[in-house]
């Protein structure tokens, strides 16, 4: 069953009109909720352009009420206000009014922060999204995710779109302390990145030697809105629902544990032996669909290590003594990671 709901999204998807289409027939126009444009997206456009998938882009302004989501793409930068419950947070996809849209990241950004109080961001021409460095007069992006030990040299695992932004500057939470880390390498098609920090780390994941199985009991660790509900790990648990990904991607494996934003990057480990089996990369999340969320198989993160020389610093996989025991290893090898640029 759960085959044929994920088959059958993707099958309405597959026909979906632009999202510039469909600001042209006034399918989506400034006023709408956050809802009605939720449930205009889930049905009307593609999965690159949904905003409110974990994939897409998200900033919440808690100061200024308001809220930027694009979709993965990148193409159109919606800005709501009177927002108190960011999407992705409490309630999925949050609450909030559309004020205006936005074919780059800056003019959007300038909607919330404006140079001059009485003037009023306009929408721009069509026209590719452009990217710069913020001026020192510029409000600071940021992006956060979860990350994890895989020895103790200090090499950590994230998601490459976690980390992609941050211009060599991403930092992590340990031992409460906040410290820069570098990036080694990453893959964009793999959604993974590998971290180095300048420690002597004594708690780290092992990585499982047997192939993921359908119904194989499973812990996912990391930290859902950063550090906004608080700065303690979040885990949740689950099964394994398919050993392929979206699109029959052979390098993950599908769950049914809850991810959401500020999870991407974080390890989902076998429930009994705390062996790594995936890390958190995406998910499906809607008001009709719950619970379709996907990891990047251990198999491949071996692959990415072993072509960046970084394998033979793994550890051999290990026998855990119960959940009690895993918790714990996972409480003191999975930190939180984020940037601000």
């Avoid at 990241?105 to 001059?116: D, R, T």
């Avoid at 490459?160 to 340990?174: P, T």
């Avoid at 409460?176 to 180095?196: C, E, G, T």
């Avoid at 906004?228 to 979040?234: A, E, G, H, I, V």
Wanted: net charge positive; hydrophobic share 35%; glycine share 8%.
């Amino acid at each position: 069953m759960m085959k044929f709901i994920l088959g059958f999204l993707l099958l309405i998807l597959g026909a979906c009109a632009s999202n510039q289409s469909l600001i042209q027939s006034n399918k989506i126009y400034v006023g709408m909720s956050k809802h009605q444009l939720r449930q205009t997206l889930l049905w009307d456009s593609s999965i690159g352009d949904d905003a409110f998938l974990n994939s897409g882009f998200k900033a919440y302004y808690p100061d200024q009420n308001m809220e930027i989501l694009a979709g993965s793409n990148k193409q159109i930068f919606y800005v709501f206000n009177n927002v108190t419950i960011p999407a992705g947070g409490i309630g999925s996809y949050g609450n909030g009014t559309l004020l205006s849209y936005h074919w780059n990241y800056q003019s959007a950004l300038n909607q919330v922060f404006p140079k001059n109080e009485n003037t009023i961001a306009k929408n721009v021409p069509s026209k590719q999204p452009e990217y710069r460095k913020p001026e020192n007069n510029e409000a600071p992006r940021g992006y956060t995710g979860t990350a994890f030990f895989i020895n103790n040299q200090g090499y950590l695992i994230t998601n490459h779109h976690v980390i992609k932004d941050c211009q060599n500057k991403s930092k992590i939470s340990y031992s409460n302390q906040d410290l820069d880390v570098r990036l080694i390498a990453s893959d964009a098609n793999l959604d993974l990145a590998l971290l180095k920090a300048n420690i002597k780390n004594n708690n780290y994941l092992r990585f499982s030697n047997k192939n993921p199985e359908k119904l194989q009991r499973i812990i996912a660790a990391g930290y859902p809105l950063g550090k906004r509900l608080s700065d303690d790990l979040k885990v949740t648990s689950g099964i394994i629902s398919a050993v392929k990904g979206y699109n029959d991607n052979s390098n993950q494996i599908q769950i049914d544990a809850s991810l959401n934003q500020g999870n991407s990057g974080g390890p989902i480990v076998d429930e009994k032996t705390g062996e790594l089996i995936a890390v958190a990369v995406a998910g499906i999340k809607t008001a009709q669909i719950d619970s379709i969320n996907f990891g990047v198989k251990s198999e491949a993160v071996l692959s990415f290590l072993k072509s960046n020389k970084i394998d033979k610093l793994i550890s051999p996989t290990f026998l855990s003594s119960g959940s009690s025991s895993v918790i714990k290893r996972l409480e003191e090898s999975v930190v939180y990671t984020y940037c601000r640029i």
